[in-house]
């Protein structure tokens, strides 16, 4: 990556520069990653090294970063403070958490709660099954709302005027077989608040090989259940208005 280009694209932007590289460098972080050496971030970031080393100052700071014994770097405690926060902001976590368990343990499957934010679904909660081999989506995940089931009904609903969601409830859950990705499969139904109309999607996930038509069958009642459950929770009485 071109380092001077990238700087130089930095000046011509809008904002605060340092504040951009600084995000950078934050972003380039995944949950795979332990820790990345200065190197790793340069080459991620397209920033100059020397840059990099005073900007992590300023995020070690304040918690944003760590630095490990072997020099390389860390995300720090501060997001996660931040991602609380976020979460903490819905207040639906007491409704949705202990949902999502009993939809695990009934479902043999993971379940997943998310939430649209501009172009994108983002997962707020989620539950893991106890199966080794499942899907990897992780709390703070994004998810494109064109494959799984669960971007499905957030870009299909959050348009919707009245008589097309009454439409398009006579269709739910969504189900994604190998969208987004090839070993993946998705099943969701949309979750609404009284006050706020549609606030988010609720989904059963795992790898396509276990998603057998069967399966499918079994789960899609609990599914639609655990949908209608959340929603009386949060005050909406949409799926009975549906189903009259």
């Not at 987004?180 to 706020?196: I, L, Q």
């Not at 396509?208 to 259940?225: M, Q």
């Amino acid at each position: 990556m071109n380092h001077q280009a990238v700087e130089q694209a930095d000046t011509r932007a809008g904002g605060v520069e340092a504040v951009d590289r600084a995000l950078s460098i934050l972003g380039c972080f995944t949950e795979l990653d332990e820790g990345l050496s200065l190197a790793e971030i340069s080459s991620r970031t397209g920033l100059y090294k020397s840059t990099i080393l005073r900007l992590t100052e300023s995020l070690v700071r304040s918690g944003y970063i760590v630095r490990m014994a072997d020099k390389r770097f860390a995300v720090g405690p501060t997001p996660m403070i931040l991602a609380s926060c976020y979460r903490r902001r819905f207040k639906i976590e007491a409704f949705v958490r202990p949902l999502l368990l009993s939809l695990v343990e009934q479902a043999g499957e993971s379940a997943s709660f998310f939430r649209k934010e501009g172009n994108d679904g983002i997962c707020l909660f989620r539950a893991d099954c106890r199966h080794l081999i499942r899907d990897q989506i992780r709390e703070g995940d994004v998810l494109s709302l064109n494959g799984h089931a669960a971007g499905q009904v957030l870009a299909r609903f959050s348009t919707a005027k009245p008589r097309t969601r009454t439409a398009l409830m006579a269709k739910i859950p969504f189900i994604s077989l190998g969208k987004g990705d090839s070993e993946t499969a998705a099943m969701a139904v949309p979750v609404f608040s009284g006050s706020e109309g549609l606030i988010g999607a609720l989904a059963v996930s795992g790898p396509l090989t276990r998603f057998t038509p069967e399966k499918l069958v079994s789960i899609r009642p609990l599914l639609l259940g655990f949908g209608e459950r959340l929603s009386i929770s949060l005050a909406s009485k949409q799926y009975a208005q549906a189903r009259s």
